[in-house]
């Protein structure tokens, strides 16, 4: 996990210098009516995200009340495992959808200056999240700030929270100079590495959160 996640802090430096008034460019236009599935399946996805890895930040406490109280089941821990990761845990949305909601915390000892991070990633079922391109425009809408291309992928670097808004971080990893420096800012503040992930079809978010505890 660990490796990964500084794989994609290090492409998301090597891009091109952030300006912070930098604006994604549109989506694609499609031709012919867009079905209204398709909106009403990304917001109820964005929605299921953000409730339980946004705003929980991963912290498997806080998961574990959100998913209770939205009625997600908990898959037995017997049916995974990790030689990377601790804390694992996942769980299986109501009514039988096939999303699976997965979260994570990395070893002691495993990412340098006593960083901890959680992931907390929703898989869902095939193209139930709508299309890659709506994905990210709503969760861009949904964040107030853009995202950054990143080796196919789609990446928010953020501190803060819905709440009290969202502060788009880039501009410090960048000046930070190296995937290290970048990481050890969540030792001053946490910060949230939101990824869109997947192709189209098969899109869904990513939540890293790197902290002091």
Do not use: K
């Amino acid at each position: 996990m660990t490796r990964v996640l500084l794989a994609v802090i290090a492409s998301v430096l090597a891009a091109a210098p952030v300006r912070s008034q930098e604006v994604s460019p549109p989506p694609p236009v499609r031709i012919g009516p867009a079905p209204a599935v398709d909106e009403a399946a990304t917001a109820r996805y964005l929605a299921d995200f953000t409730r339980l890895c946004l705003d929980t930040a991963g912290e498997r406490a806080a998961v574990r009340a959100a998913v209770s109280a939205a009625g997600w089941g908990e898959v037995p821990a017997d049916a995974f495992q990790s030689d990377e990761a601790v804390d694992l845990a996942a769980w299986r949305a109501p009514g039988g959808d096939g999303a699976t909601l997965l979260t994570s915390a990395s070893r002691p000892g495993d990412v340098a200056d006593g960083l901890i991070v959680r992931t907390c990633i929703l898989q869902p079922a095939g193209g139930s999240a709508g299309p890659r391109s709506r994905l990210q425009a709503t969760t861009t809408t949904a964040i107030g700030l853009p995202g950054t291309p990143s080796g196919g992928n789609v990446v928010w670097i953020l501190s803060g929270d819905a709440r009290a808004g969202f502060r788009d971080e880039r501009a410090a990893f960048a000046a930070a100079g190296s995937a290290e420096a970048g990481m050890a800012l969540g030792l001053d503040r946490p910060i949230l590495m939101l990824t869109l992930v997947g192709a189209d079809g098969d899109a869904g978010l990513a939540l890293m959160r790197l902290s002091a505890e």
